[in-house]
């Protein structure tokens, strides 16, 4: 009988090939995580979480560069508009909302590791809606 693991068969060559690379992958960064002097300070999950965040900020600017593009005139526009996005991450009523988030998690007992991350998803989610029916209108 196979043994089933994520869902995969034991014996599908793609399972075990994803099964092996993410062990490998996290015993590497376990193994970097260490020698790093100020990284290993910080939790690996937490270091996981940044890098990913990282990693997806360099593909939404990949995008942004090849739509600008074919629309030079915007750069300034989508400068300016990631520019105020970072302002807007620090204003103080979102600071208090991810603190008291972080804080209740930690009086019922559970680790608020994504708590920021899943704000800002949430929060950019909402801005977005607002933003394509009004930009709709415009085109």
């Not at 193994?31 to 940044?50: D, E, Q, T």
């Not at 005139?73 to 979102?94: F, I, K, M, P, W």
């Not at 019922?108 to 801005?127: I, K």
Request: aromatic content about 6%.
């Amino acid at each position: 009988m196979p043994m089933k693991v994520l869902g995969l068969s034991d014996y599908s060559c793609g399972g075990m090939a994803l099964l092996h690379l993410r062990h490998s992958t996290s015993r590497r960064a376990a193994a970097c995580h260490g020698r790093i002097p100020g990284l290993s300070k910080l939790p690996l999950p937490a270091v996981g979480i940044i890098v990913g965040l990282v990693i997806a900020n360099v593909l939404v600017w990949i995008a942004t560069g090849i739509v600008l593009h074919y629309h030079p005139t915007l750069v300034s526009t989508a400068v300016l508009a990631y520019t105020l996005g970072l302002r807007h991450a620090l204003d103080a009523d979102h600071i208090s909302a991810i603190d008291l988030m972080t804080r209740r998690l930690i009086a019922s007992g559970q680790r608020p590791v994504t708590v920021g991350t899943f704000f800002s998803l949430g929060h950019s989610t909402y801005a977005q809606q607002l933003f394509f029916p009004s930009a709709e209108t415009l085109l």
